[in-house]
């Protein structure tokens, strides 16, 4: 009977959306509290970045005093010819427009740069990136994946090794930034940002306190740049990983509550099935007894 | 008036206080003493103990390379890695010490220049826990000629 095909048909759906919803309920709780803990690593980088970006506002208080020639390599400006970006996706998807999003930024920022300068490539940190560019068969300097979901300094120091040396070579002029910024849980924002040359901060009070350098302003840029490269891709990379977690538990609660509601609606609609089956049934018996009657 | 101290790196702030008497920084050339009302400074640094003096309370830690500045009383360390002498895993590092050393012995022989550079500081790097988690949890403190 075509009835009960259907009504069985229905409970099947109903068993598969409630598995589905068991399976996104158990990712959003997983993001959540990965989540927690990758914004507890993004703000505990923090105040490491502030002292860094205030230490290197004085410093290059005195750098941009000194005579272009000598200035570091690192701060130097030159014309720029080849254009690179470092672009950092997750690993993983399920995360909402997250990825895409940060790919969207990444494409519109090299196609800007293309009709400028004679080359563009990328640095690519994350799958979901390299996949895209490399789909876009976009030339790529080097690509990082699998970083884990709270990276570390060791992590980040060979994307900013391979960087500073193609800079220092002189075969990348000029090299950008660009992330998914963790705003709040609800919103991540694509962040587009240069970190080389080096573009000292805006000087927190610079030179208004007299220093004393040891060993020299020279030698203590030398060894401060890196670090500052270095530090800001962990800074991108730490909000990056908080922005993956957040994306991704807001998706997951988003197709869990769809899930649920659709349980609801199906419920609705095997009951009323069902009971017209019964109906249908009762009214054939009756029907049955009433001609045997007759 | 005392000092104000923050010791942090990429990853968290170790160390925060606003009461300390005295501190012994390894400097790049060398060990300073800074007092309160020191001069402005910016330092590199090197690997070494930093020695923290609080009223009652010493505090020893062991501070791989970064930065120093005092402005104003407030001394901030931008460490590339520190640890307090409590934090420090004596087991971990006597073994980074033996296997540094192991391999400066020549077991790698004709390495590479950057391989050998590397297990010295390696090696450097290892003493320095060593030397302070001693110093503050323990007896003997390895001395410097064991350096490698």
């Given at each position: 009977?075509?009835?009960?095909?259907?009504?069985?048909?229905?409970?099947?759906?109903?068993?598969?959306?409630?598995?589905?919803?068991?399976?996104?309920?158990?990712?959003?709780?997983?993001?959540?509290?990965?989540?927690?803990?990758?914004?507890?690593?993004?703000?505990?980088?923090?105040?490491?970045?502030?002292?860094?970006?205030?230490?290197?506002?004085?410093?290059?208080?005195?750098?941009?005093?000194?005579?272009?020639?000598t200035l570091h390599p690192l701060l130097r400006q030159r014309p720029v010819r080849h254009f690179a970006f470092i672009h950092i996706t997750a690993d993983r998807g399920l995360a909402g427009g997250l990825n895409a999003n940060?790919?969207?930024?990444?494409?519109?920022?090299?196609?800007?740069?293309?009709?400028?300068?004679?080359?563009?490539?990328?640095?690519?940190?994350?799958?979901?990136?390299?996949?895209?560019?490399?789909?876009?068969?976009?030339?790529?300097?080097?690509?990082?994946?699998?970083?884990?979901?709270?990276?570390?300094?060791?992590?980040?120091?060979?994307?900013?090794?391979?960087?500073?040396?193609?800079?220092?070579?002189?075969?990348?002029?000029?090299?950008?930034?660009?992330?998914?910024?963790?705003?709040?849980?609800?919103?991540?924002?694509?962040?587009?940002?240069?970190?080389?040359?080096?573009?000292?901060?805006?000087?927190?009070?610079?030179?208004?306190?007299?220093?004393?350098?040891?060993?020299?302003?020279?030698?203590?840029?030398?060894?401060?740049?890196?670090?500052?490269?270095?530090?800001?891709?962990?800074?991108?990379?730490?909000?990056?990983?908080?922005?993956?977690?957040?994306?991704?538990?807001?998706?997951?609660?988003?197709?869990?509550?769809?899930?649920?509601?659709?349980?609801?609606?199906?419920?609705?609609?095997?009951?009323?099935?069902?009971?017209?089956?019964?109906?249908?049934?009762?009214?054939?018996?009756?029907?049955?007894?009433?001609?045997?009657?007759? | 008036?005392?000092?104000?101290?923050?010791?942090?790196?990429?990853?968290?702030?170790?160390?925060?206080?606003?009461?300390?008497?005295?501190?012994?920084?390894?400097?790049?050339?060398?060990?300073?003493?800074?007092?309160?009302?020191?001069?402005?400074?910016?330092?590199?640094?090197?690997?070494?103990?930093?020695?923290?003096?609080?009223?009652?309370?010493?505090?020893?830690?062991?501070?791989?390379?970064?930065?120093?500045?005092?402005?104003?009383?407030?001394?901030?360390?931008?460490?590339?890695?520190?640890?307090?002498?409590?934090?420090?895993?004596?087991?971990?590092?006597?073994?980074?010490?033996?296997?540094?050393?192991?391999?400066?012995?020549?077991?790698?022989?004709?390495?590479?220049?950057?391989?050998?550079?590397?297990?010295?500081?390696?090696?450097?790097?290892?003493?320095?826990?060593?030397?302070?988690?001693?110093?503050?949890?323990?007896?003997?403190?390895?001395?410097?000629?064991?350096?490698?």
């Open positions: 009977m075509a009835g009960a095909g259907a009504v069985r048909a229905i409970r099947d759906r109903i068993r598969s959306v409630e598995s589905t919803s068991k399976v996104t309920k158990a990712m959003e709780l997983v993001a959540a509290s990965k989540m927690r803990r990758a914004q507890d690593r993004a703000l505990s980088s923090r105040p490491y970045a502030d002292q860094m970006r205030s230490v290197l506002a004085q410093l290059a208080g005195y750098a941009a005093s000194a005579d272009p020639d940060m790919n969207r930024a990444g494409a519109v920022l090299a196609l800007e740069h293309q009709p400028r300068v004679e080359r563009v490539s990328v640095v690519t940190v994350g799958r979901k990136g390299r996949d895209f560019f490399r789909r876009a068969g976009f030339p790529s300097l080097a690509e990082f994946t699998e970083l884990g979901d709270y990276p570390g300094m060791d992590k980040i120091l060979p994307i900013a090794r391979i960087v500073m040396d193609d800079y220092m070579r002189g075969e990348i002029d000029q090299v950008y930034l660009g992330y998914q910024r963790f705003v709040n849980t609800a919103v991540q924002r694509p962040t587009l940002r240069q970190v080389l040359p080096v573009t000292a901060p805006e000087g927190a009070a610079a030179g208004s306190v007299d220093f004393l350098f040891e060993p020299s302003p020279e030698r203590l840029l030398e060894t401060l740049l890196p670090r500052y490269v270095e530090m800001q891709i962990l800074e991108a990379v730490l909000d990056a990983a908080a922005s993956e977690q957040s994306a991704r538990m807001v998706a997951m609660r988003a197709a869990t509550d769809a899930a649920q509601e659709m349980v609801a609606d199906l419920t609705l609609t095997y009951n009323k099935a069902r009971q017209e089956l019964i109906t249908n049934e009762l009214l054939d018996i009756v029907g049955g007894v009433a001609a045997l009657d007759s | 008036m005392p000092l104000s101290l923050t010791v942090v790196t990429a990853e968290r702030t170790v160390l925060q206080r606003d009461d300390v008497l005295r501190l012994i920084v390894p400097a790049a050339d060398g060990q300073i003493t800074i007092l309160p009302s020191h001069t402005a400074l910016m330092s590199s640094l090197g690997f070494g103990e930093l020695t923290v003096v609080c009223p009652g309370e010493t505090i020893g830690m062991a501070v791989l390379g970064g930065f120093l500045q005092v402005a104003n009383d407030r001394v901030t360390v931008l460490a590339d890695a520190a640890e307090r002498a409590d934090e420090i895993n004596e087991e971990r590092a006597d073994a980074a010490r033996d296997r540094a050393q192991r391999r400066l012995a020549g077991q790698y022989a004709g390495a590479e220049a950057l391989n050998v550079l590397r297990a010295r500081l390696a090696a450097e790097r290892a003493l320095v826990r060593l030397r302070v988690r001693r110093r503050y949890h323990g007896t003997g403190v390895p001395s410097l000629r064991e350096r490698a």
